[in-house]
């Protein structure tokens, strides 16, 4: 049965990822719950919440609230924590209930900001999507609200660095790595969505000549800032020193062009199998093909435009089809919690993320930007 | 129009003078602490033997739960079934919750002796036949016994309490059998009662037989709880569950109030001693000890700022109005609602140290409360440390296995201690499940 996990983990869900995406952007982003989507975000899914004094929150929606329609309680208790808080914006994200109820997140947040005079954004997320589907929806929002229309391309090549957060990239300086990258290849970084920058950052994000979109997340931002203000898009995170040549490629020629550019490598077959999140997945297949010679597949359990997997690839989300899918693997990389799954006889080679394994693996998840190859020699 | 101003305020304390009762602080958005060493209902299940946990619910409510069981390393006793948004359009909630289940079940590499289903706020709004549900399942599965347990927060304003239900849950598995004289079962607590605390010298000087859920190796020793004479309850949340199991199966239900009172204490046990038909235990020389104890502790801690928070046990009040009775210098209590049981000591405190500081742990404020610099306080409990950022701490939730006299023996001696030593503060208090064998 498709939606039943004996064993294995679940992805980060919608909301978290709207809570990830603007963690660090100095909002206050409130999560339309009754209890506990709190707790779990900030002690799974949140490896900055006990260093950055973000404001992130919970509603504490009670039955009779919600069955009585009493949306002026969150309305009044979200003015009342602004008024002593001072957000830069604020942010509504739903869960289960409000999705059940039919809660119009919308016009909650038009309401917030009429009274308060703080830009408010709404977020109908259900809790039944990943986080690649919230942490989308929320940078998407930055872009469309917070970015300067009157932004003016920069003299000099200037990149953003679009769909970077901790349950992609952890907290084990891979943004700097791949800011670093961008560097070296000569564009100078304008913003890093959403880790490292300020939103002052984000809202010049329209003067940068190209974006680099390094995972799902940031793939609504990109379409957003492109149909703004033209900047084309390069999907790719650069791992190893083959694939990296790739994406610098493909970044002077979308800068040059206007082009979206999605480089990639695929070799025909492969019994090694890559489980994990569409274009951080796509990127480490294509940098293993290019350094090593040996096919990948990518199963990808989370949402993605689909035009980014290769043909071999799969976008598989339930315990179940993905068990099958394993069956003929000889080699499996993926997080150490989908390892129950596994064949028997399957090389297993982990490759912790947070966002299916929470902190539990933290110390141990690679920086692969700075340090490709030693993760490259565990693979055979 | 609001005016934006660049920092948020500082957020002061109400003093207890002035705090109202039962709800000192009005509520609003809630901020979650770091500190998670309190039990969840992930570790409560696992409390019983051989049981295997699944969830049914939406993703974001399932990622807390089957994180806790994977740091627990209890991975393979959960499992889950995810509601998705065409359930609930379709309306065949009750479907997938007995599909789900049975297919699971049918896919364990063992077959549990029990299953504990817990379903969600989903199912509640959705007006789910539960009733049906686990007919069908104890149908499907004879030999299985099922639990009907909740994971639904939205309710914890209306009737029992998740944390009420969930540890009256725990024993529904308990089959009648009969009563054996002189047998107790201690219920409702997730840790296990300290040898040294007042209520198990008490029972072991008279021979009784003691079932414990955390000492139980196996179902079957599970089971044999249902044979107590007696059901004894220490936690305020284990009352209404202990109400439960003695009506469904006979025995009695006693409650013994965890206390730093030196009469409630008393009268506790003593109540005990007569219903069970036993010696009422001497408690000569035990107000003295007491005395004695909280001096040399005194001589020890001095006029260190001492915070207390309400993780540490049922009645941190109770627990302030010993200490400030002393000379200790406690400062603040950090609490977000006073329970019923506390409303003597909260009066008590209004009078005699109205200036008493009282601050919340969830309100919006919160966020920014912590001292950014090491303090020097004493602190009592994780979140109290937490906030005052401190490495002197006692690092103790939900009361441990402490009980009566003891109870305020040993958590003296653990502030001499915590004085005298430091403590990693901030690793130790995200460690989910204080003594569930966390492995994080």
Redesign the interface.
């Known amino acids: 049965m498709k939606q039943t996990s004996t064993i294995i983990s679940t992805y980060s869900a919608d909301v978290f990822g709207v809570c990830s995406a603007l963690f660090e952007l100095g909002g206050m982003t409130v999560m339309h719950d009754a209890s506990g989507c709190n707790s779990t975000y900030t002690t799974h899914d949140e490896p900055r919440w006990y260093d950055m004094d973000s404001m992130v929150y919970i509603s504490g929606l009670s039955e009779m609230e919600a069955i009585m329609g009493d949306d002026e309680k969150l309305i009044s208790d979200i003015c009342a924590a602004a008024e002593e808080l001072h957000p830069k914006f604020i942010a509504v994200a739903g869960t289960p209930i409000p999705a059940m109820t039919g809660f119009d997140f919308d016009a909650v947040a038009e309401l917030i900001e009429s009274r308060t005079g703080i830009p408010a954004l709404g977020f109908a997320t259900t809790g039944m999507n990943t986080y690649v589907h919230g942490a989308s929806m929320a940078l998407e929002a930055v872009a469309r609200r917070f970015a300067d229309r009157n932004a003016v391309k920069t003299a000099q090549p200037t990149a953003n660095i679009l769909g970077l957060t901790p349950l992609d990239f952890s907290v084990n300086r891979s943004d700097a790595a791949i800011a670093a990258f961008l560097e070296e290849s000569g564009f100078k970084v304008l913003s890093r969505w959403a880790m490292g920058s300020t939103l002052e950052d984000l809202s010049r994000a329209g003067s940068a000549h190209v974006n680099l979109v390094v995972s799902s997340t940031g793939l609504g931002a990109a379409k957003a800032l492109q149909e703004l203000f033209g900047t084309p898009y390069v999907v790719g995170v650069p791992m190893g020193e083959e694939f990296s040549a790739l994406v610098r490629g493909a970044l002077q020629t979308a800068a040059a062009t206007g082009e979206n550019q999605f480089p990639a490598c695929c070799l025909q077959g492969g019994d090694t199998v890559i489980i994990g999140e569409g274009v951080t997945s796509v990127s480490l297949a294509s940098a293993l093909e290019l350094s090593t010679g040996k096919a990948v597949k990518v199963i990808c359990p989370t949402e993605t435009d689909e035009a980014l997997l290769r043909e071999k690839d799969a976008k598989l989300q339930f315990e179940e089809e993905i068990l099958e899918a394993l069956s003929n693997a000889r080699q499996v990389i993926a997080d150490p919690l989908f390892k129950p799954i596994c064949p028997e006889t399957v090389r297993f080679v982990a490759l912790p993320t947070e966002s299916f394994s929470g902190r539990i693996y933290r110390e141990d998840i690679p920086n692969l930007v700075s340090d490709f190859e030693t993760f490259a020699n565990e693979v055979l | 129009?609001?005016k934006?101003?660049?920092?948020?305020?500082e957020f002061s304390g109400i003093p207890i003078g002035q705090a109202s009762f039962p709800a000192p602080f009005a509520?609003?958005?809630?901020?979650?602490s770091?500190a998670?060493g309190t039990w969840n209902i992930v570790h409560t299940g696992m409390l019983i033997p051989e049981a295997h946990e699944i969830f049914v619910?939406?993703?974001?409510?399932?990622?807390?739960v089957?994180?806790t069981a994977?740091?627990l390393g209890m991975?393979?006793r959960?499992?889950?079934?995810?509601?998705?948004?065409n359930n609930?359009l379709d309306g065949d909630m009750e479907d997938?919750v007995i599909?789900?289940v049975s297919?699971?079940i049918e896919?364990?590499p063992k077959r549990p002796p029990v299953v504990l289903v817990y379903t969600?706020?989903?199912h509640?709004?959705?007006g789910c036949d539960l009733e049906m549900i686990y007919e069908e399942l104890r149908n499907r599965f004879p030999d299985i016994d099922f639990a009907d347990c909740y994971?639904?927060?939205?309710?914890?304003?209306?009737g029992l309490t998740p944390d009420q239900l969930m540890r009256s849950r725990l024993y529904m598995p308990l089959k009648p059998r009969p009563i054996r004289k002189g047998s107790a079962a201690l219920i409702g607590h997730d840790l296990p009662l300290d040898e040294d605390s007042d209520l198990m010298v008490l029972l072991k000087e008279n021979s009784l037989k003691i079932h414990e859920i955390t000492s139980c190796r196996n179902y079957e020793e599970y089971q044999e709880m249902a044979e107590s004479e007696f059901y004894i309850s220490r936690y305020p949340s284990a009352v209404a569950g202990g109400d439960m199991l003695s009506q469904r199966l006979g025995g009695r239900h006693i409650y013994v109030p965890f206390s730093f009172d030196c009469d409630e204490i008393e009268n506790g046990l003593t109540r005990l001693a007569e219903i069970m038909d036993i010696p009422v235990p001497d408690f000569s020389g035990k107000r003295e000890e007491v005395a004695a104890a909280l001096k040399e502790t005194l001589n020890m801690v001095g006029g260190a700022p001492i915070a207390i928070d309400y993780t540490y046990c049922p009645r941190p009040l109770g627990l302030a109005k010993l200490l400030l009775d002393a000379g200790f210098n406690v400062d603040r209590v950090y609490l977000d609602a006073v329970t019923g049981e506390e409303k003597s000591a909260f009066d008590y405190l209004k009078e005699h140290h109205p200036h008493l500081q009282l601050f919340p742990t969830v309100h919006?404020?919160m966020?920014?409360h912590s001292a950014k610099e090491r303090s020097n306080y004493l602190a009592i409990g994780q979140k109290a440390a937490h906030f005052t950022n401190t490495n002197h701490f006692v690092n103790v939730v939900e009361g441990g296995g402490m009980l009566g006299y003891q109870a305020i023996f040993k958590t003296l001696e653990l502030m001499r201690q915590a004085v005298r030593e430091e403590k990693d503060m901030?690793n130790l208090i995200?460690i989910?499940g204080m003594g569930c064998g966390g492995?994080?």
């Open positions: 129009m609001l934006r101003i660049e920092r948020p305020r509520s609003g958005l809630e901020y979650a770091p998670r619910c939406a993703a974001s409510c399932l990622r807390g089957v994180l994977a740091e991975a393979h959960f499992s889950t079934v995810e509601v998705r948004e609930l997938l599909e789900g297919d699971i896919k364990l969600s706020c989903v509640h709004f959705a994971m639904n927060p939205i309710m914890r304003k209306s919006a404020a966020r920014f901030r995200q989910k492995c994080v």
